[in-house]
Nanobody
């Protein structure tokens, strides 16, 4: 059974920083692409950043220059460093991992979500 556990959310003032973590556990052969999404109240879930298995990164325009995605393959963990936070960054943040459980089995998995609240 694969499980993704997120941590690091909280309440911060505008201009502050938070670092989110998402750790995968279970029988995992390899973690492929990893995404961070967010969902604000009343809005659809949206992609924030992506990191590939070769460490290539992608950011949506509204977080470029402020957020940094990274991964530690030895720990099966992905991070999202969020700097210069704005009130509009307030949302529940989710990680999503594309997992190879074996040479023949691939599965996607979501974290449980962590609340980020940015006060003005």
């Amino acid at each position: 059974q694969v499980q993704l556990v997120e941590s690091g959310g909280g309440l911060v003032q505008a201009g502050g920083s938070l670092r989110l973590s998402c750790a995968a556990s279970g029988r995992i052969l390899r973690i492929n692409n990893i995404d961070w999404y967010r969902q604000a109240p009343g809005k659809q879930r949206e992609l924030v950043a992506n990191i590939s298995s070769s460490d290539s990164t992608y950011y949506v325009d509204f977080v470029k220059g402020r957020f940094t995605i990274s991964r530690d393959n030895a720990k099966n963990t992905v991070y999202l460093q969020m700097d210069s936070l704005k009130p509009e960054d307030t949302a529940v943040y989710y990680c999503y991992m594309d997992l190879s459980l074996s040479h023949f089995t691939r599965q996607g998995a979501w974290g449980q979500g962590t609340q980020v609240t940015v006060s003005s």
